[in-house]
């Protein structure tokens, strides 16, 4: 009984370590992959161009321009001519730029102490307190600043070399909360000729607690010391929703998870992807910061994406992306290869796809390479040759044993060979020369029938494609009182004609 509980335990093993390959294919390593290429860095700001009016003196213009950041963060390619989900507070802030462009132009033109914030200030001199409240917006007719804002929208992508300038892009829609999504639209170049990579959108968030998940973004501006960032995390209790969102939990609680992400929503990753670790597509964005985290659901996207009119899809860039991708993660490196090449092809700056393309050259052809295996190596279930000859050669016997018996079948007793009846004349001569008697009789009554040879058999039978075998007959003697009138070939029997030299049908000649 021992020995049967070992064998089991041994066999259940076995099984446990086939079943591993299996589970590595179903969750890939390089789950995030298919994101990380179409994750950008969002950065903000408002242009103020503001101008003074000092009365205070001589009248004087004084005019000023500012770049007042906004807003940094992620965001999210969802169809390839570029447009991008970040959250609204990325782009859109509650503050004031003008009360910022007031304080610090009545700083610098007029050397008074207040603080460039966005908080309204008063200062100790009761003119330049007045002036100070008359820059201050709204704008009356009494105003003494003229202020026009402008909201600035760059997009950086990941690609390589660095894009230093990155991509212009207009705010389509903004939602109610600084949480919320918001919907950007490109408004110059794109990288690619057939666009820019997007990242998958999963339909709904998974409900299981502690399902793990991954977090991609961008600390700073994508470039060579610069590459995306990320986390492994695992979903808390409850759902996505646009008050509180889905918390984070370790489930075996070793880390504390809000705050490891909060952190990283402080450095840059604020509306990150949360990817879902089972087929890789996006279920949520990170949002919160200090040390809380929290996500909103996939769901929340796809409704801010409807109001602002644009459709997430992909294109062709993610086509042949997901199929190199396929294959490298299968470690089927050499059809990999050409893949990620057309990749490159379609959109040059796609960082993961040259990563990948480098990795499987070197692996290429190598014993890691599933493909060069089953090229090398012969299929050890290939059928041989023999089963096929032996099966021909027995079909080859049954045919000419079918066709011997069918031949014997056709045969009758009676039937003779040619050599048992040498002077026979073939069946039809026979029946030629019967039916010439026959006719001799009914046209002559007097003329005496011309005898057959004994044996005859009279049965017709018509071969066109055999000559016919023409056999001397005896000649009949007949005396001059018998002599018909009408002629007959001696041959065949055929009537003949008083002219005749030559059997019509047999082309016997005709002794005279």
């Not at 070992?6 to 370590?17: D, E, P, R, W």
């Amino acid at each position: 009984m021992a020995r049967l509980t070992a064998l089991a335990g041994g066999v259940a093993a076995t099984l446990v370590l086939l079943a591993l390959p299996a589970a590595a294919h179903e969750h890939p390593s390089g789950i995030t992959d298919l994101v990380t290429p179409a994750v950008v860095r969002v950065e903000a700001s408002s242009h103020v161009e503001i101008t003074l009016l000092d009365h205070i003196g001589e009248l004087m213009h004084v005019e000023r321009s500012y770049d007042i950041p906004l807003g940094v963060g992620t965001g999210i390619v969802v169809n390839p001519e570029g447009a991008v989900v970040t959250l609204t507070r990325v782009v859109k802030t509650d503050k004031d730029v003008a009360i910022y462009a007031a304080n610090k132009i009545f700083a610098e033109h007029h050397k008074v102490k207040i603080p460039i914030d966005f908080e309204r200030h008063k200062v100790k001199d009761d003119l330049l307190e007045h002036h100070l409240k008359e820059c201050y917006p709204p704008k009356t007719n009494v105003s003494t600043c003229i202020i026009n804002v402008t909201t600035n929208v760059t997009i950086f992508p990941n690609v390589s070399p660095a894009d230093p300038k990155g991509i212009k892009a207009d705010i389509v829609k903004t939602g109610p909360q600084p949480d919320s999504p918001a919907v950007l639209v490109p408004t110059g170049r794109t990288v690619g000729s057939v666009g820019m990579p997007t990242a998958p959108l999963a339909d709904k968030v998974p409900d299981q607690q502690g399902s793990p998940t991954n977090v991609a973004g961008f600390t700073d501006r994508p470039g060579a010391n610069v590459k995306e960032t990320v986390e492994i995390a695992h979903l808390g209790k409850g759902g996505g929703g646009q008050d509180a969102g889905r918390s984070f939990a370790d489930p075996e609680k070793k880390i504390d998870e809000p705050v490891k992400l909060g952190a990283l929503v402080d450095r840059g990753l604020l509306g990150a992807p949360v990817i879902g670790d089972k087929d890789g597509h996006v279920i949520g964005m990170l949002i919160g910061g200090g040390k809380e985290a929290r996500m909103i659901g996939v769901r929340e996207i796809l409704a801010a994406l409807a109001k602002a009119g644009v459709a997430p899809r992909r294109g062709a860039i993610d086509a042949a992306f997901e199929a190199a991708l396929t294959r490298y993660h299968t470690k089927y490196y050499t059809e990999a290869a050409p893949g990620f090449q057309r990749v490159l092809e379609l959109y040059p700056g796609n960082v993961v796809a040259a990563k990948l393309l480098q990795t499987s050259l070197q692996k290429r052809g190598g014993p890691e390479d599933a493909g060069s295996k089953q090229t090398v190596a012969p299929a050890p279930r290939s059928m041989p040759l023999w089963p096929f000859i032996v099966a021909a050669g027995v079909l080859f016997v049954a045919a000419g044993a079918g066709a011997f018996l069918l031949w014997r079948r056709r045969r009758t007793p009676n039937d003779k060979t040619p050599d048992d009846q040498p002077n026979q004349p073939p069946p039809l001569v026979a029946a030629a020369a019967a039916a010439a008697a026959a006719s001799s009789v009914s046209s002559a009554p007097t003329s005496p029938p011309v005898p057959l040879d004994e044996g005859a058999n009279q049965t017709v039978v018509v071969r066109r494609s055999q000559p016919f075998q023409v056999i001397p007959q005896q000649k009949q003697v007949l005396t001059e009182q018998d002599q018909p009138s009408v002629k007959y070939c001696t041959a065949c029997g055929m009537r003949l004609g008083a002219a005749h030299r030559f059997c019509g049908y047999c082309g016997h000649p005709i002794e005279t």
